[in-house]
């Protein structure tokens, strides 16, 4: 009789440790993720970055995946386990573009615009240099805009410069007399400037001794004696 009741204690253990083991595979099954196939890699690269996939490796457990995306060439590693992908790399090698000495660019500048460089600054855009240069002429002031690359001019401003108005200078009054008694001797009498379709003259009277009077035109700019008139 307690032989009996103890192999009915057995059985009872045994078949309770049979629906834990049953129990757990179930919960295995149902909570551990297939590993991703090669379809569902290149369909989860797809749907993160689109862009064409160029090719794809498995490499211990990783999937690692060349893509191409606006013209450039990307890697994107993803674990074959538990899906995580490990983030984009540029695979793209970096090109440096050759760029002109200051020196050559100033040659440049001059030979199109000869004057007076007043300003020269590099600058970067969009990942391209350039030099922004200010030229003065005798007429203009210049701004250009040119690439490092190649010393293309690839933007050019002109400002007209204003020129400053020549003073004419006159002889003075004193200066047009002296010149006056040297063509006419005698006294002077009256000074009269005047002014006629541009251009402005001195007009000097001189009494002589012989009571004749003349008058002496003459050129305020040059000091050349225009005419002499007589009267009584």
Same mark, same amino acid.
């Given at each position: 009789?307690?032989?009996?009741?103890?192999?009915?204690?057995?059985?009872?253990?045994?078949?309770?440790?049979?629906?834990v083991?049953a129990?757990?595979?179930?919960?295995?099954?149902?909570?551990?993720?297939?590993?991703?196939?090669?379809?569902?890699?290149?369909?989860?690269?797809?749907?993160?970055?689109?862009g064409e996939?160029?090719?794809i490796?498995?490499?211990?457990?990783?999937?690692?995946?060349?893509?191409?995306?606006?013209s450039?060439?990307?890697?994107?590693?993803?674990?074959?386990?538990?899906?995580?992908?490990?983030g984009?790399?540029?695979?793209?090698?970096?090109?440096?573009?050759?760029?002109?000495?200051?020196a *050559?660019?100033?040659n440049?500048i001059?030979?199109?615009?000869?004057?007076?460089?007043?300003?020269?600054?590099?600058?970067?855009?969009?990942?391209q #240099?350039?030099?922004?240069a200010?030229?003065q002429?005798?007429?203009?002031?210049?701004a250009?805009?040119?690439?490092?690359a190649?010393?293309?001019?690839?933007?050019?401003?002109a400002?007209?410069?204003?020129?400053p108005?020549?003073?004419?200078?006159?002889?003075s *009054?004193?200066q047009?007399?002296k010149?006056?008694?040297?063509? #006419?001797?005698g006294?002077?009498?009256e000074?009269?400037?005047?002014?006629?379709?541009g251009?402005v003259?001195?007009?000097?009277?001189?009494?002589?001794?012989?009571?004749?009077?003349?008058t002496?035109?003459?050129?305020?700019?040059?000091?050349e004696?225009?005419?002499?008139?007589?009267?009584?």
């Open positions: 009789m307690r032989n009996k009741k103890i192999r009915n204690i057995l059985v009872a253990i045994g078949a309770v440790v049979l629906f083991v129990i757990w595979q179930i919960l295995a099954s149902t909570t551990t993720a297939a590993p991703l196939t090669e379809t569902d890699a290149k369909k989860l690269t797809q749907e993160m970055y689109s996939i160029v090719d490796h498995l490499i211990n457990n990783v999937y690692q995946i060349t893509l191409a995306l606006d450039k060439i990307y890697e994107i590693k993803i674990d074959r386990k538990t899906g995580e992908v490990f984009i790399s540029d695979k793209n090698p970096e090109q440096k573009v050759k760029e002109m000495p200051e *050559e660019i100033k440049v001059l030979q199109h615009y000869p004057g007076k460089i007043n300003k020269l600054e590099r600058t970067v855009e969009r990942e #240099v350039f030099y922004n200010m030229i002429t005798k007429e203009r002031q210049i250009l805009k040119i690439s490092a190649n010393g293309a001019i690839v933007h050019k401003e400002k007209v410069l204003k020129q108005k020549e003073t004419v200078k006159r002889i *009054e004193t047009a007399i010149i006056a008694l040297k063509t #006419v001797s006294k002077v009498d000074v009269d400037i005047e002014r006629s379709d251009l003259y001195y007009l000097i009277e001189i009494d002589r001794a012989n009571d004749q009077e003349a002496v035109q003459i050129n305020a700019i040059t000091g004696v225009m005419s002499v008139s007589w009267g009584d």
